[in-house]
Each structure stands twice: as structure tokens, then as C-alpha cells.
T-cell receptor, first 114, second 113 residues
């Protein structure tokens, strides 16, 4: 399976600031996704990160709030903009392994907004 | 609208016992049903998965049972061990489309020694 590295692993941020989370994969992957897991909750898909084009966002998530970049097949970033305490969550990068539909997840980036 | 419903929310089982978690879905276009295991502070790890052309899949102490007509599937953890204490998520996706996973709400399993 792919090795997925996320940075930062955790951070504490002030209201109104923005934070960029990085996801690096050790091999080229076609499909890459960003999920959010609020405290004690399940995982919710934010968007599909498309290589070389704009990300595809799920209902309830917008590009202005969660801009995503995917410059190549091994790397993506998610920015959480103008943060509020409601954005305190774990943000997870996920990749499809060899186009099998088996999704593997990074360890997550735990974000606390004060 | 939650596309995959999971129960129970939590369960406690004695060491050596059987843990059973149930999930139900509505979208008949789903064709891939994985289970993930998540420990505190870690990302979800793929545990076992099934496709609708089989009714059961077993890997070690973990078994998925799948009932296509009822649109239900379940995870059985046999001979539960304290190391199995974790949160388990069922999920569903469409391999023929976009691979996007819809997750259940999660079940916290506690195995008592």
C-alpha cells in the first residue's frame, strides 16, 4: 500500500487565520481525497483533488473556504481559510491504491482553532 | 443525509467473545463495502472489504457478511482481544464511478480482559 505523510500532524491556530495542510504520497496515485473528521464523529468527504485541474467539492464545502492544490500525482495541499472554532477537526488525506478503489488514509492533521 | 447507517454506536465485549457491527445502505449503485479500524490519534486503516458478488468474506478473525437483497452488511470480530478496542467504520462506494467513500457513524468497541 501507499505511504501517506501529512504535515502538520497537529496545530493550534487563532480565529481568522489560515492553515495549509500538506499530503505527500510515496508513489503516484490517480485519485486523492480530503476528508474531515469532527471530534468524535465520522468522516465526511470535503473534495476530490484533481491533478492539474480544480478540485471537485462536495455539498457544503466551497473552494473559498477550502482551497486545494494538486500539482502532481504525489502531492496535494488543503488550506483551511479564515478559521473559526467550528473548523476544529482532523483533516485526512486519502488515496486510491492502484485504481482498485481501496482507499488508504494518512494519519491526519489535528487542527484546534481558538 | 447519511447514506450508510451503522449500529450500535458502542459495544462492550469480553475477551474471547464475538463483536458484531451492522450497517445498512440505500443506494443500490454502491458496489464496494469496506470496513475501517481507527485507533485514537491515528488515521483509519482498511481492515477488510467485500463486493456484492459474494455473501461472506473472512480474513483471520474478521468476517464480513453481506445481504444484497436486504442492503445490509455486518462485521464480525471473533475471539475479540483487548487490542481490538477501537472505533470501526463501515463505508460504501461506487467503484464503477468515483471511488468516493460514504461512511457510517462509527462503532466504538471496547474489549474487556
Amino acid at each position: 500500500s501507499a505511504v501517506i505523510s501529512q504535515k502538520p500532524s497537529r496545530d493550534i491556530c487563532q480565529r481568522g487565520t489560515s492553515l495549509t495542510i500538506q499530503c505527500q504520497v510515496d508513489s503516484q496515485v490517480t485519485m486523492m481525497f480530503w476528508y474531515r473528521q469532527q471530534p468524535g464523529q465520522s468522516l465526511t468527504l470535503i473534495a476530490t483533488a484533481n491533478q492539474g485541474s480544480e478540485a471537485t467539492y462536495e455539498s457544503g464545502f466551497v473552494i473559498d473556504k477550502f482551497p486545494i492544490s494538486r500539482p502532481n500525482l504525489t502531492f496535494s495541499t488543503l488550506t483551511v481559510s479564515n478559521m473559526s472554532p467550528e473548523d476544529s477537526s482532523i483533516y485526512l488525506c486519502s488515496v486510491d491504491w492502484e485504481n482498485t478503489g481501496e482507499l488508504f488514509f494518512g494519519e491526519g492533521s489535528r487542527l484546534t482553532v481558538l | 443525509q447519511q447514506q450508510v447507517k451503522q449500529s450500535p454506536q458502542s459495544l462492550i465485549v469480553q475477551k474471547g467473545g464475538i463483536s458484531i457491527i451492522n450497517c445498512a445502505y440505500e443506494n443500490t449503485a454502491f458496489d464496494y463495502f469496506p470496513w475501517y479500524q481507527q485507533f485514537p490519534g491515528k488515521g483509519p486503516a482498511l481492515l477488510i472489504a467485500i463486493r456484492p458478488d459474494v455473501s461472506e468474506k473472512k480474513e483471520g478473525r474478521f468476517t464480513i457478511s453481506f445481504n444484497k437483497s436486504a442492503k445490509q452488511f455486518s462485521l464480525h470480530i471473533m475471539d475479540s482481544q483487548p487490542g481490538d478496542s477501537a472505533t470501526y467504520f463501515c463505508a460504501a462506494s461506487r467503484l464503477t464511478n468515483d471511488y468516493k467513500l460514504s461512511f457510517g457513524a462509527g462503532t466504538t468497541v471496547t474489549v474487556r480482559a
